[in-house]
């Protein structure tokens, strides 16, 4: 049966988010309804919310949430009420050359499910019964949602919700930048860029990996206190106009042998790039406007061997990913409860986002 629900609603672009109660309809074939527990507030929600990610409203926020399975639609072997589970934003069809060759994130058909389920429908409805986006799949941002089984994963029932919610996204984003696209080694160098939820989780990700120097690199120094917490051995406070790649050559040794690109700026991404040294790889994790651009000195690319490339979603397989997450969460390896600055009541949303836009959180959570 149908489901009503609170919901937090980007109504119009460039304008405060809003909380209204909505309507979720019961699960299809290969669908499954959630009932929340937490949603973490992310940047890229903000950027729904302003334009920069184009995802038109009436628009259902969140992606990066966890919470218990309360409804199976037919054909649904892999779930069964009571399940924990986190929600993934990523389509998976499995069967093209990306999915078969373990790269989900690049799915051919990605696109099927930007502000629908994958069959292009919606079990979202206003007050008035009409119809609203989702985002990426998911809208979770809601006490209640329903979500295709590709795009939700079980995990174990005792890591609580607001934890989990956040591998969601700024966990497996920052931590899969270093494990998987960069395959940072024992004993390397780490610059990293921002040190916002993304930043951070690259920043421990590099410890994890075993780096021995890992540099923070932030307008704010709240941030770079926080980034000594989750690993960063050294702190270099940004100011504008200051180019920065001589300190951070002089602390890396001639250069980083990593660097990553946390904000979303065609100009960090450069300075990321000039900020690795011989053989280095900058890798680009935030997201960008659409019109910026990045410029590198093409002759470095050959003569000095080095490598300016991307990641989206931390390079992740879900299933396989999420858990090894939690499971060094489990172990004491990975920080998740310190990540949570703040939690949220559904009702103070608009704060959390206002939080958000002013730099003032790690990661804001709404606990339902």
């Given at each position: 049966m149908a489901q009503s629900a609170r919901a937090v609603v980007c109504r119009e672009l460039n304008k405060p988010v809003v909380v209204e109660s909505i309507t979720v309809d019961p699960p299809q074939r290969g669908?499954?309804?959630?009932?929340?527990?937490?949603?973490?507030?992310?940047?890229?929600?903000?950027?729904?919310?302003?334009?920069?990610?184009?995802?038109?409203?009436?628009?259902?926020?969140?992606?990066?949430?966890?919470?218990?399975?309360?409804?199976?639609?037919?054909g649904v072997t892999g779930l069964a009420l009571g399940d924990h589970v986190i929600s993934s934003f990523i389509y998976m069809c499995g069967k093209c050359r990306f999915c078969s060759m373990?790269?989900?994130?690049?799915?051919?058909?990605?696109?099927?499910?930007?502000?629908?389920?994958?069959?292009?429908?919606?079990?979202?409805?206003?007050?008035?019964?009409?119809?609203l986006n989702i985002f990426s799949g998911c809208g979770v941002m809601a006490?209640?949602?329903?979500?295709?089984?590709?795009?939700?994963?079980?995990?174990?029932?005792?890591?609580?919700?607001?934890?989990?919610?956040?591998?969601?996204?700024?966990?497996?984003?920052?931590?899969?930048?270093?494990?998987?696209?960069?395959?940072?080694?024992?004993?390397?160098s780490v610059a990293v860029f921002g040190c916002g939820g993304g930043g951070l989780n690259g920043i421990q990700g590099a410890a994890i990996a075993g780096a021995v120097r890992i540099v923070a690199i932030d307008s704010m120094e709240s941030k770079l206190e926080l980034a000594k917490k989750f690993g960063a051995t050294d702190a270099l406070l940004a100011k504008p106009g200051e180019d920065l790649t001589k300190p951070l050559k002089k602390l890396t040794g001639g250069g980083a042998d990593y660097a990553f690109e946390c904000v979303g700026s065609g100009e960090l991404a450069a300075a990321a790039y000039k900020a690795i040294g011989r053989g280095g790889v900058a890798v680009v994790v935030g997201v960008a406007k659409p019109g910026d651009?990045?410029?590198?000195?093409?002759?470095?690319?050959?003569?000095?061997?080095?490598?300016?490339?991307?990641?989206?979603?931390?390079?992740?397989?879900?299933?396989?990913d999420f858990p090894r997450m939690l499971g060094l969460y489990m172990q004491g390896k990975l920080k998740l409860d310190e990540l949570i600055t703040r939690r949220y009541s559904i009702d103070e949303a608009p704060q959390a986002f206002a939080d958000l836009e002013s730099g003032k959180n790690a990661r804001g959570v709404i606990v339902f």
């Open positions: 669908e499954v309804m959630v009932k929340l527990g937490a949603c973490g507030v992310c940047h890229s929600d903000l950027s729904a919310t302003n334009g920069t990610i184009p995802l038109p409203p009436p628009l259902v926020l969140g992606h990066e949430a966890a919470g218990e399975v309360v409804a199976v639609g037919e373990g790269r989900p994130v690049l799915c051919v058909d990605q696109g099927k499910a930007l502000t629908t389920l994958p069959d292009g429908t919606l079990r979202t409805r206003d007050a008035q019964g009409k119809p006490e209640y949602a329903t979500l295709h089984v590709d795009n939700v994963v079980k995990i174990d029932p005792r890591i609580p919700f607001d934890r989990a919610a956040l591998v969601g996204c700024a966990v497996t984003t920052g931590v899969g930048a270093v494990f998987n696209t960069a395959r940072v080694v024992p004993g390397a651009s990045t410029a590198v000195r093409t002759m470095t690319l050959p003569f000095e061997e080095k490598t300016l490339t991307g990641s989206y979603f931390g390079s992740c397989v879900p299933r396989i």
